[in-house]
């Protein structure tokens, strides 16, 4: 069973096999974590990014999917870049943002990583509510079939924490 902490701070500071990128679907870098992994990891990050565009993902990485590249100047050994929904009033997107999680921790696996940082994907720009955000992530997690032995959920302020902190129980 993977072994779930929490961790108020910065991603970009986390000793880990991978981190995980809430991307926006360009892979091209962008604002929040997204923008801070690729600022603190350097060029390498943004250049495996372009390659993949020119490769596999022409049109972008859909949402709820993910995929790997290196990490850089980072401390991991790689990023694994997913896309999460953008929450709604309207329509029920929470499978998606499950696929995040499922998806980054089935690459994880790929790659042979036994520790991953996890950011509370969509719940900033994206809007989700972080208490649902919370909920889904740890239910995810808690329930995925992964090698994954220890993952961090490494959020950046005291109400993210304290959400996440409600879900773990």
């Not at 809430?22 to 091209?28: C, D, G, I, Q, Y």
């Not at 870098?29 to 992994?37: E, F, L, N, Q």
């Not at 499978?95 to 999680?101: D, G, I, K, N, V």
């Not at 649902?132 to 924490?161: K, P, Q």
Request: glycine share 10%; with cysteine; proline share 3%.
């Amino acid at each position: 069973m993977v072994r779930v902490t929490l961790v108020q701070g910065d991603i970009t500071a986390e000793h880990v096999d991978a981190i995980v990128n809430a991307a926006n679907s360009s892979l091209l870098g962008g604002g929040g974590v997204d923008g801070a992994i690729h600022r603190r990891g350097g060029p390498e990050i943004l250049e495996a990014c372009r390659s993949l565009r020119r490769s596999h993902y022409g049109k972008g990485l859909p949402t709820g999917r993910a995929v790997a590249t290196t990490a850089g100047r980072l401390s991991a050994e790689w990023v694994i870049h997913t896309v999460g929904p953008v929450w709604s009033r309207e329509e029920d997107r929470s499978e998606l943002l499950a696929s995040c999680y499922r998806e980054s921790l089935r690459v994880a696996d790929e790659l042979g990583a036994r520790t991953v940082a996890f950011p509370a994907i969509s719940t900033g720009v994206y809007g989700w509510p972080m208490d649902d955000g919370a909920r889904i992530a740890v239910e995810t997690v808690r329930t995925a079939r992964t090698r994954v032995e220890d993952v961090r959920f490494v959020l950046f302020d005291a109400a993210a924490y304290a959400s996440f902190e409600a879900a773990l129980g």
